[in-house]
């Protein structure tokens, strides 16, 4: 029978570095960075992000955007009111994605919204 007040039970063969095994970001793929990116956020919003379709557009430079094609209009705003927390979670996951854009198809159109880092607007 097992104490459970014996801490020093010997059926725990498992080394500490076993337990909590994290992934450094440079060695995550693209898509884990995206699950990375959206476990940051609360429920209502990974459940806004949940719909929407997501693509890095990398630039010469070496810089990019991070587009978020939002299934609506309303998804959209609600995501543009989120624009620090976004900002911050791209910042926790790819170090050279200088802007992200909130986009909506409309009549077979792509309309986006880029923003800085900072989350503000960027006119073209």
């Not at 557009?57 to 998804?75: A, F, H, K, Q, S």
């Not at 911050?88 to 992200?100: A, D, E, L, P, V």
Request: hydrophobic share 30%.
């Amino acid at each position: 029978m097992i104490d459970p007040y014996d801490f020093e039970d010997d059926d725990f063969d498992f080394e500490d570095e076993e337990l909590f095994k994290i992934k450094p970001i440079s060695q995550m793929t693209e898509g884990e960075k995206l699950q990375r990116f959206k476990r940051f956020f609360d429920s209502s919003s990974r459940a806004m992000l949940q719909d929407c379709l997501f693509r890095i557009v990398n630039y010469e430079d070496g810089t990019g955007t991070l587009e978020i094609l939002c299934p609506n209009e309303v998804v959209r705003q609600r995501l543009s009111k989120k624009k620090r927390k976004i900002t911050n979670n791209i910042n926790t996951c790819w170090s050279h994605i200088r802007w992200f854009s909130l986009c909506v198809q409309q009549d077979s159109e792509l309309h986006c919204h880029k923003f800085t880092r900072n989350g503000d607007l960027v006119t073209s």
